[in-house]
Nanobody, 123 residues
Framework: QVQLVESGGGLVQAGDSLRLSCTAS????????MGWFRQAPGREREFVAT????????NYADFVKGRFTISRDNAKNTVYLRMTSLKPEDTAIYYC????????????????WGQGTQVTVSS
């Protein structure tokens, strides 16, 4: 069983930055695409960013392009989400996810989820 543990969330002001981390248990971390999703109150969970197994391919939701950066360190079984120029509308629970394959092809490919970490951005 794979466990994903997020950290790094918190309360910040608009314009601030945060870095989220997600560490995975088990072996074969480097074989799978990883991603970040978020869910705001009253809204469905939405895609934020994904990164391929080796880090060479990344994808972002339009609303975070240029502000968020996903990266990974396979030696540490960890994926990161660097968030800059945060806005109040970025307030949400952020979830780490592991895909079923080396590249992310859609939400139905997600096999494991973390418990989430809260990010709150005040105006």
């Amino acid at each position: 069983q794979v466990q994903l543990v997020e950290s790094g969330g918190g309360l910040v002001q608009a314009g601030d930055s945060l870095r989220l981390s997600c560490t995975a248990s088990g072996r074969s971390f480097s074989s799978y695409a990883m991603g970040w999703f978020r869910q705001a109150p009253g809204r469905e969970r939405e895609f934020v960013a994904t990164i391929s197994y080796g880090g060479g391919n990344t994808n972002y939701a339009d609303f975070v392009k240029g502000r968020f950066t996903i990266s990974r360190d396979n030696a540490k079984n960890t994926v990161y989400l660097r968030m800059t120029s945060l806005k109040p509308e970025d307030t949400a629970i952020y979830y780490c996810a592991r895909s079923a394959g080396a590249y992310y092809t859609g939400a139905d490919e997600i096999r494991y989820w973390g418990q989430g970490t809260q990010v709150t951005v005040s105006s």
